[in-house]
């Protein structure tokens, strides 16, 4: 037989009916819905009088829309956001899907509920109308983001028309230096191959690096690989994600754990696998990473300068980095260390979860945010939100002047009441920084959840390396 990639046998595997050389059908195990992508997709299902054909396989989630004040209950001032929460429960009433509702103890962001709820699980094809569906690679599951014409369609059919993307393998060996974390390696690995470096790819992640992250810093690596293009990213499940998942899904017990598990033990590249695109890296040369520009590629070392768009040959490239050397008005060759921040936001399904939380407690224990800044942390789940609080975090970062609020997808991209205003500088814990991102005219330096702390203290942007840290939480 011949030897295949883990992304190969995961389509194989779902494939109902090969279209053409290019194009499948493909059996989807879990559809994932929140309030802003459904609305269309049930309404073109109700206009030709189809239902849900597994209800059970769907699970809806109000998380873009969703204020995060910290008070309760929550109300959904806005109209038209409210319009489209109360469509969304009452779509999932008619059709019997489960829905993590406004005021629901678990509700959150997509990203964050669907895995800590067991609902991810090594060799499963996962599609929800967001593209950073990617997060599940980080369980051997296969995500994308989907249309709202593909919503319905898997709403109708529990299938998907897909077409087959290329391979990609990244290598990272080697240990990451004290300091930094699973955000740096992304920043650098998308900084290094391009916003378009995987587009078309499905990549797949391997290496001493990779084994060494935790279940939580793997997804935010698979999370942020959509900014580099990337049609999905995937880690072969090892002990670390299997045990992650028996720990959370209590019905995989008995005969069907032993299936499991041998099932699982499948989900690797075979040995002679051979892939479109391979690159390496290695994780000991990587330091904390900022962006400078509006677009996550547009990354630097804290210890490194802003770059000269006309070293770069004319076209594309140079067009963009002027344009955004305008937008972000940073300097060629200037360093971000000192550049002041007014906001500081930590949240977004890429770093909101109890180790991100831990890693920020970790920084601002026994200090103070700087004056004239606003910090806020917003946990991606009320599980998340009630295991920091639990754990002494949240009383933490509350005696460190953060704003300790309700869960959801907050200032990550300004659909809400968390908007920054015009001008504003913001150093997140994103993944995306895009011209008016987080509000129009905002400016938002990504960066990891310990150096967004650090600038939280500092007043601007800081190598967390030079803060003196006790990491509780390590």
């Known amino acids: 037989m011949t030897a295949r990639t883990l992304y190969e046998k995961l389509v194989a595997d779902h494939t109902v009916l090969a279209l053409d050389a290019q194009n499948v059908l493909l059996y989807c195990d879990l559809h994932l819905m929140n309030e802003y992508t459904s609305p269309q997709a049930f309404a073109g299902l109700h206009e030709q009088g189809r239902g849900v054909l597994q209800p059970k396989q769907n699970v809806a989630v109000v998380s873009h829309i969703i ?44 990203h964050v509920v669907a895995p800590e709820h067991g609902m991810i699980r090594p060799g499963m094809v996962v599609i929800c109308g967001d593209s950073h569906t990617t997060t ?26 897909y077409r087959l993307a290329d391979t990609m393998r990244i290598r990272i060996d080697g ?12 920043l650098m690995i998308i900084s290094r191959i391009g ?7 499905v990549v797949e992640y391997c290496g001493d690096a990779i084994d ?48 499991a598990l041998a099932d699982w033990a499948q989900c690797a590249s075979d040995a002679q696998a051979v892939f479109d695109v391979e690159h390496a890296f290695d994780a000991a040369t990587v330091a904390p990473y900022v ?27 140079r067009d963009s980095a002027e344009r955004a050397l305008r937008y972000t008005g940073v300097t060629p060759g200037q360093s971000l260390c000192g550049l002041a921040v007014q906001h500081v936001f930590i ?35 009320g599980a998340v939100r009630r295991q920091a609080e639990e754990e002494g975090l949240a009383a933490i970062l509350r005696a460190a002047g953060f704003e300790w609020r309700q869960p959801g997808c907050s200032m990550c991209l300004a659909m809400n009441d968390d908007v920054l205003a015009p ?34 203290i500092r007043g601007c942007i800081t190598d967390v390396r030079t803060l003196e840290v006790n990491h509780v939480y390590a």
């Open 195 to 201: 916003a378009q470096g995987a587009r078309g790819f």
């Open 175 to 186: 240990a990451l230096p004290l300091g930094t974390t699973a955000k740096d390696l992304v």
């Open 67 to 110: 204020p995060t004040h910290a008070v309760a209950p929550r109300v959904i001032q806005d109209p038209a956001s409210a319009l489209q929460a109360s469509n969304l429960k009452r779509n999932c009433d008619r059709h019997g899907i489960p829905l993590f509702d406004t005021n629901d103890a678990f509700q959150g962001i997509e």
């Open 347 to 381: 949240g977004s399904c890429t770093n909101a979860r109890i180790e991100d939380l831990r890693a920020v407690a970790d920084v601002v224990r026994g200090r103070r945010v700087a004056h004239g800044v606003r910090a806020m942390v917003v946990p991606g789940s």
């Open 291 to 317: 962006t400078w520009g509006t677009s996550p590629d547009q990354a630097i070392p804290i210890d490194g300068a802003v770059p000269v768009p006309a070293a770069a040959a004319a076209g594309v490239a």
């Open 136 to 161: 599940y690679g980080a369980l051997g599951a296969l995500g994308f983001g989907i249309g709202t014409s593909e919503v319905e369609h898997v709403l109708a059919t529990q299938t998907l028309v």
């Open 423 to 456: 001008g504003t500088r913001c150093a997140s814990t994103t993944n995306r920084n895009f011209e008016g991102r987080q509000g129009r005219g905002a400016i938002t330096h990504l960066m990891s959840p310990a150096m967004a702390a650090a600038a939280a």
């Open 212 to 259: 060494a992250l935790s279940v939580e810093a793997r997804f935010t690596v698979c999370n942020m690989t959509v900014e580099a293009g990337a049609r999905g990213a995937l880690i072969a499940p090892d002990q670390k994600a299997i045990d992650y998942v028996l720990a959370r899904a209590p019905d995989i017990d008995g005969t069907l754990r032993a299936a």
